[in-house]
């Protein structure tokens, strides 16, 4: 077997600042992501890097080129709505939108959005294909689901385990978190939480639940700043470029730095999760159109909302 070298989670530089809740990270709580430089030498070692780091980061693994078509796809459509302004590549909000107005049914505007050729090219792609399969270590297929996120000023998402979404099905699962351009930290990329797919004790509150099934909250209450700190763990980002993907297992938790870029401008991204091609599917995220939670499909996504709702709300 090779043996790769890999660049271990160190600090941040000092001149980086990430922000959750509203509240600068401590920089002792602030890590960086381990990543596998040469990872195309070293495939078989990325069930390796799951095992041990829960994720695994993966600089380029998908055509920069299309990656950034299917972000001006997704902005040309919410610009047709009214809720980002024109040039729509800059990607700022305007606080008003025409979404309901012009699409009544809201599920299924965002499904339209959701599964544009541009999009699923690189969610669903061969590219993806691929790495997931070198992931997880067998043939993969995806979910026909998928989460896409618009991600507006001052918004994030709370610390979460994916197990409790999706557990129907295959427990050979990943999901892949797919930035829909540059993603700096200002812009509140992914944030996981260090060594928490070891967290054998939380691991076991949580294993088996349903959110469906048991009317839970999937996200956890406490912010990750304190969860860090009692825990005294790490949380661990870094600024990704579009053409990156990060997969991470079921049990890794991850939510996102708040989107601090300013001017109202929306940061984008997509996960779509890849299990094994020979197990059982959660019925829930598969089919034309998926179920999803409570049979709403794409209208039980928050993206399904008017942006303008979410940008006054903040």
Same mark, same amino acid.
């Given at each position: 077997m090779s043996t790769a070298s890999t660049v271990p989670p160190e600090p941040l530089a000092l001149s980086d600042a990430a922000f959750i809740a509203g509240a600068e990270v401590p920089a002792a709580?602030?890590?960086?992501?381990?990543?596998?430089?040469?990872?195309?030498?070293?495939?078989?070692q990325l069930p390796l890097q799951l095992a041990r780091d829960g994720y695994v980061l993966l600089r380029g693994a998908l055509p920069r080129d299309a990656v950034l078509a299917a972000r001006r796809d997704v902005l040309q459509r919410l610009a047709e709505v009214g809720e980002i302004a024109e040039p729509s590549e800059a990607a700022l909000a305007t606080g008003r939108s025409q979404r309901a107005a012009l699409h009544p049914d809201l599920g299924a505007f965002?499904?339209?959005?959701?599964?544009?050729?541009a999009l699923r090219s690189v969610s669903h792609g061969l590219a993806l294909a691929d790495v997931s399969a070198a992931v997880l270590g067998c043939a993969t297929v995806p979910f026909d689901f998928l989460w896409l996120r618009t991600m507006a000023?001052?918004?994030?998402?709370?610390?979460?385990?994916?197990?409790?979404?999706?557990?129907?099905? @295959?427990?050979? #699962?990943?999901?892949?978190?797919?930035?829909?351009?540059?993603?700096? #930290?200002?812009?509140?990329?992914?944030?996981?939480?260090?060594?928490?797919?070891?967290?054998?004790?939380?691991?076991?509150?949580?294993?088996?639940v349903d959110v469906d099934r048991d009317s839970l909250p999937g996200s956890f209450p406490e912010d990750a700043v304190?969860?860090?700190?009692?825990?005294?763990?790490?949380?661990?980002?870094?600024?990704?470029?579009?053409?990156?993907?990060?997969?991470?297992?079921?049990?890794?938790?991850?939510? @996102?730095?708040?989107?601090? #870029?300013?001017?109202?401008?929306?940061?984008?991204?997509?996960?779509v999760r890849w299990q094994a091609a020979a197990d059982a599917r959660d019925d829930r995220w598969f089919g034309h159109p998926p179920p999803g939670h409570g049979g709403l499909s794409y209208g039980g996504l928050n993206g399904a909302r008017p942006l303008g709702e979410a940008y006054l709300a903040r």
């Amino acid at each position: 077997m090779s043996t790769a070298s890999t660049v271990p989670p160190e600090p941040l530089a000092l001149s980086d600042a990430a922000f959750i809740a509203g509240a600068e990270v401590p920089a002792a709580l602030l890590g960086r992501l381990n990543e596998l430089p040469d990872w195309r030498q070293h495939l078989d070692q990325l069930p390796l890097q799951l095992a041990r780091d829960g994720y695994v980061l993966l600089r380029g693994a998908l055509p920069r080129d299309a990656v950034l078509a299917a972000r001006r796809d997704v902005l040309q459509r919410l610009a047709e709505v009214g809720e980002i302004a024109e040039p729509s590549e800059a990607a700022l909000a305007t606080g008003r939108s025409q979404r309901a107005a012009l699409h009544p049914d809201l599920g299924a505007f965002w499904q339209q959005v959701c599964e544009s050729p541009a999009l699923r090219s690189v969610s669903h792609g061969l590219a993806l294909a691929d790495v997931s399969a070198a992931v997880l270590g067998c043939a993969t297929v995806p979910f026909d689901f998928l989460w896409l996120r618009t991600m507006a000023q001052g918004r994030a998402s709370p610390l979460h385990f994916d197990h409790v979404y999706m557990n129907r099905g @295959s427990q050979r #699962l990943v999901t892949a978190w797919i930035p829909l351009g540059d993603v700096p #930290l200002r812009a509140g990329p992914l944030v996981v939480v260090e060594g928490s797919h070891r967290f054998e004790d939380l691991i076991a509150r949580y294993r088996g639940v349903d959110v469906d099934r048991d009317s839970l909250p999937g996200s956890f209450p406490e912010d990750a700043v304190a969860f860090a700190q009692g825990r005294q763990t790490r949380l661990l980002t870094t600024a990704f470029q579009a053409g990156d993907v990060m997969l991470f297992d079921m049990f890794t938790l991850h939510g @996102s730095c708040d989107n601090r #870029l300013g001017g109202g401008q929306v940061r984008l991204s997509c996960d779509v999760r890849w299990q094994a091609a020979a197990d059982a599917r959660d019925d829930r995220w598969f089919g034309h159109p998926p179920p999803g939670h409570g049979g709403l499909s794409y209208g039980g996504l928050n993206g399904a909302r008017p942006l303008g709702e979410a940008y006054l709300a903040r």
